[in-house]
Nanobody, 124 residues
Framework: QLVESGGGLVQAGGSLNLSCTAS????????GGWFRQAVGKRREFVAG????????SYKDSVKGRFTIVRDNEKNMLYLQMNNLTPEDTAVYYC???????????????????WGQGTQVTVSS
């Protein structure tokens, strides 16, 4: 399973760090991703990271502001979010693609294990 933490309320321009703890499967060998879903919108890809060599991929609007990191020794996935804007407000989900280790898919149907989500709210 995957369990997220670290969401909350922050002012525009602020930062938040999301964490995701993996257990019960070999997360170290799988691609990990962060998705988000705003009210009234479809869930969208935010960032993904492969197993080592830890290639990364980002949604264009978060490039340069968000950083995805993984710690395979701790079975953890992180999303460091800087310079947040109200448009970043959403429920953020951690996900694992257990069918891939190097591919970073951007479609949610490629990910088969999901966390419960954590709310991120950015006020203007």
């Amino acid at each position: 399973q995957l369990v997220e933490s670290g969401g909350g309320l922050v002012q525009a321009g602020g930062s938040l760090n999301l964490s995701c703890t993996a257990s019960g499967f070999a997360f170290n060998f799988n691609t990990g991703g962060w998705f988000r879903q705003a009210v009234g919108k479809r869930r969208e890809f935010v960032a993904g990271i492969s197993r080592p060599p830890m290639m990364t991929s980002y949604k264009d609007s978060v490039k340069g502001r968000f950083t995805i990191v993984r710690d395979n020794e701790k079975n953890m996935l992180y999303l460091q979010m800087n310079n947040l804007t109200p448009e970043d407000t959403a429920v953020y989900y951690c996900a694992a693609d257990t069918t891939s280790s190097l591919r970073i898919a951007k479609m949610e149907y490629n990910y088969d294990i999901w966390g419960q989500g954590t709310q991120v709210t950015v006020s203007s």
